[in-house]
């Protein structure tokens, strides 16, 4: 009997020892875990703020590709305006270069007719300013139609004075203020005439 407590007394001490290191190795087992958990934590929440700086630096580098296309389409908006101005640019060229043949024509015209007055002896002044008034109502000059940059002040003056000089008269041109007038003399006094509307004025004595 003796035996048999000893053994149940033996079994029970060796019951709770086995059940008293089965709970503490399953509190350690409980406490790695725990540490282990904690440490995935701590590693999850390093990734995910490395998640939300790489998000930061996403939306950063999306920001700088939006406005460096906006920079890219004004770039593209300034080199298209340019390209226009170029394009006007050799357009108004060659409109000047249009014109100064016409005027370097206008010129030689002039150049002949004078060319030819004189040899046949010259040319001779208006009388009076009722004969010059005369003369310009019946020259068509004034009536000519006026085009910006083909057809305008220094046109008229030309015409005006190439059409006195086919007709043995004298008239001069002068240039104010970029503006091409006519000018002439009739005895001792000088005379401005606009070549577009045939209007004549006092400009001044010559003595």
Not at 25 to 38: C, D, F, L, Y
Not at 58 to 72: P, R
């Amino acid at each position: 009997m003796k035996l048999g407590l000893i053994s149940v007394s033996s079994i029970v001490v060796l019951s709770v020892a086995f059940l008293m290191w089965g709970h503490f190795t399953t509190q350690t087992i409980i406490e790695e875990q725990g540490k282990i958990i904690a440490e995935q934590e701590i590693e999850i929440e390093e990734q995910e703020d490395t998640i939300t700086k790489q998000g930061t630096r996403i939306e950063e580098q999306e920001e700088a590709i939006i406005e460096l296309g906006v920079t890219i389409a004004t770039h593209r908006e300034a080199m298209e305006g340019l390209g226009r101005m170029v394009e006007d640019l050799g357009d108004n060229i060659q409109l000047l270069q249009s014109a100064n043949l016409e005027l370097k024509a206008k010129v030689n015209a002039l150049q002949a007719e004078w060319e030819r007055l004189e040899a046949l002896g010259g040319y001779r002044e208006f009388n009076s300013v009722w004969e010059l008034q005369q003369w310009l109502g019946n020259d068509p000059t004034s009536e000519n139609q006026y085009i910006t940059r083909f057809y305008d002040c220094d046109d008229f003056a030309m015409d005006l004075t190439l059409a006195a000089i086919r007709d043995g008269r004298w008239i001069g041109l002068f240039a104010t203020d970029g503006h091409l007038e006519n000018f002439t003399v009739i005895g001792n006094s000088v005379y401005k005439i606009e070549p577009q509307t045939d209007e004549v004025s006092f400009w001044g004595n010559i003595d």
